[in-house]
């Protein structure tokens, strides 16, 4: 078994087929010369100092080795070559496998414009490093995109003291993952932490150096800090794969097992997965912390239990540390037909939950702010296939009972 990629799908997929049985040899390929480590704290509490890279590690070496999996770290994966089973590494080896599970993630999309420092990215410890280099008290900061990313990076730099401002080109820039009824609760709370919004415009082109950065704007106004993060998206790490026979659009697509389609010992697991979502009736990729753990734990379950496939069919979920705020979506809100707003987003700290709902009235998802009673609740009624009104009638109780 060969594991490509080691971030957290590639780490628990590994775990998981020892749980599930599976007694063969594991080789684990990551490209970093660092252990694993996981990704989510790196534009929160990594990038603020409060995580050191002990908390941050997912596989020691010691641990590895007391389950069984051989790790071969600080080489890329270069090709993969189905027909012969066999894997091919940037240090001229290879590895022959009878199974590959492809969890090789996304890397963040490029900045396109050319400014000769100062300019950063993150997704990886190392960009964390250098954008935590930049981050200091008194400095300027601007932050292109909106998205979960760019959010927490803002969070993350105004609290150690940095002037930041950020810039979308989408007026309600979190209306891609909340919808428009609750996005401006989300995107009010940069302004409260004295961060300069500027939605609905977006960057045009990002020159100088470290110190003296300008990013031009589409409405013609510039912008002059010390810094910039660009936040612009994520692109799956699927371009190794060309020439391997595997369908690849926008990820690896796979059928509803995590199999990669027309390869039967081929399996993707995590960001670079496109596989088909039975419940939501297409193909689908998800960048999300959590649909990897749990795609992986689905793929070492069926390549351990072929006589007995399980689909992969999850409910959403993602979270977001801003400021003081724990932000937690289940499902997907955005496609909601309607909604029902619970709590007291005016409250000090705030806690609310919004609901919402499919046209046929089930619940579809919900946005909580502050409140993880709620969202473990919403995930377990929507996997359910409860309706709206069911799902307001037990988040009412669980506010009842704080209220007491």
């Not at 080896?93 to 492809?102: I, R």
């Not at 979190?174 to 609760?185: C, I, Q, T």
């Not at 936040?231 to 990820?251: M, R, Y």
């Amino acid at each position: 078994m060969v594991v490509v990629g080691a971030s957290v799908s590639g780490v628990r997929a590994a775990q998981a087929l020892r749980r599930e049985g599976y007694a063969g040899r594991i080789v684990l390929v990551g490209d970093e010369q660092v252990l694993p480590y996981d990704k989510p704290p790196l534009s929160k509490q990594y990038l603020t100092g409060h995580y050191d890279e002990a908390k941050l590690q997912l596989l020691s070496w010691e641990e590895a080795a007391s389950i069984g999996v051989e790790l071969r770290l600080g080489v890329e994966a270069r090709a993969l070559d189905t027909a012969h089973r066999r894997l091919e590494l940037s240090d001229t080896s290879s590895v022959d496998y009878g199974a590959c599970v492809v969890a090789t993630g996304a890397k963040a999309r490029p900045s396109p414009w050319a400014a000769r420092s100062g300019v950063h990215v993150l997704r990886t410890r190392a960009d964390s490093d250098r954008l935590r280099a930049s981050l200091r008290a008194g400095r300027s900061v601007v932050v292109i995109g909106a998205g979960f990313i760019g959010a927490e990076a803002t969070a993350a730099a105004t609290s150690l003291g940095c002037e930041v401002t950020i810039v979308d080109p989408l007026r309600s820039p979190a209306a891609r993952v909340v919808g428009d009824a609750v996005a401006p609760l989300l995107e009010g709370v940069h302004a409260r932490h004295g961060v300069t919004t500027r939605f609905g415009v977006g960057a045009a082109w990002v020159e100088g150096e470290e110190g003296r950065i300008e990013v031009g704007l589409t409405d013609g106004s510039v912008l002059r800090a010390d810094a910039a993060l660009v936040g612009i998206g994520a692109v799956p790490n699927d371009a190794w794969l060309a020439g391997s026979g595997l369908t690849v659009d926008d990820g690896v697509v796979c059928d509803e097992f995590c199999r990669a389609v027309g390869v039967d010992d081929v399996w993707c697991a995590g960001d670079v997965a496109r596989w088909l979502h039975l419940g939501h009736g297409e193909t689908t990729r998800v960048e999300h912390w959590t649909n990897a753990v749990e795609q992986a734990g689905c793929v070492a379950h069926n390549i351990a239990h072929p006589d007995g496939l399980r689909p992969h069919r999850p409910v959403e979920y993602v979270w977001s540390d801003q400021y003081d705020w724990k932000i937690q979506i289940v499902g997907r809100p955005q496609r909601a037909a309607a909604h029902e707003l619970l709590g007291d987003p005016e409250r000090t700290p705030p806690r609310w939950a919004a609901l919402f709902a499919a046209e046929d009235g089930r619940l579809e998802g919900a946005v909580s702010v502050n409140w993880p009673r709620a969202s473990v609740d919403c995930r377990r009624l929507a996997a359910s296939g409860a309706r709206l009104s069911d799902a307001v009638a037990a988040v009412s109780q669980l506010a009842a009972a704080l209220g007491r």
